[in-house]
């Protein structure tokens, strides 16, 4: 396996336990609500809706009181739903905000190195061009060099060239 394919498991590994804790903090939340409307329906001979709506203000910890628990046996559920469901239920939301969080990073890294790879590509690509440039600037350098050796010996066959003449025209005189 390599080392982007292993990244890759991990990420969707990562995605998907996030997405499994998620459920299970939506999955807690629900069997509490559930458990606690029919607890409170049973207890307090209310109706669903009523019992829910009562359970759901409870959990949440909004406590509007409108609804209140009328029987002994109603208000020891209420102090135990209480103390059990509303931590159950801020253990839930922070399980489901801890999932969000968390695909939204991965899913933000996974962004930010796509943009790192395509950056090295270009990186390397540029490496190679200048590698090239290099090399042919070394040409054209080579080029030069022999350039400046011809015209150092043109020079010098021009100066014979000049000193000859000169000698014809000084012999014919």
């Known amino acids: 396996m390599t080392p982007r394919s292993r990244k890759n498991s991990n990420e ?3 995605l998907k336990v996030s997405n499994e804790t998620a459920l299970i903090g939506i999955a807690i939340v629900v069997i509490s609500i559930i458990v606690g409307t029919v607890t409170f329906k049973h207890i307090e001979g209310r109706d669903r809706f009523h019992s829910l709506y009562y359970v759901a ?8 009181g409108d609804i209140i628990p009328v029987t002994y046996a109603g208000k020891m559920l209420t102090i135990v739903y209480a103390l059990i469901g509303v931590p159950m239920f ?6 489901i905000i801890e999932a969000r969080i968390r695909g939204f990073v991965v899913a933000h890294l996974h962004h930010h190195q ?6 090295r590509a270009e990186n390397r690509k540029e ?3 200048i590698e090239e440039i290099s090399d042919n600037m070394e040409e054209v350098s080579d080029s030069i060099g022999e350039v400046t050796d011809n015209m150092e010996d ?9 000193a000859l003449l000169k000698q014809r025209r000084s012999a014919s005189k």
């Open 12 to 14: 969707a590994f990562t």
């Open 57 to 64: 203000v409870t959990i949440s910890t909004i406590g509007y």
């Open 127 to 129: 490496n190679q061009a």
């Open 154 to 162: 043109v020079v010098a066959a021009l100066e014979k060239a000049q």
């Open 90 to 95: 801020i253990f839930a939301a922070g399980l």
């Open 114 to 119: 796509q943009q790192i790879d395509k950056l």
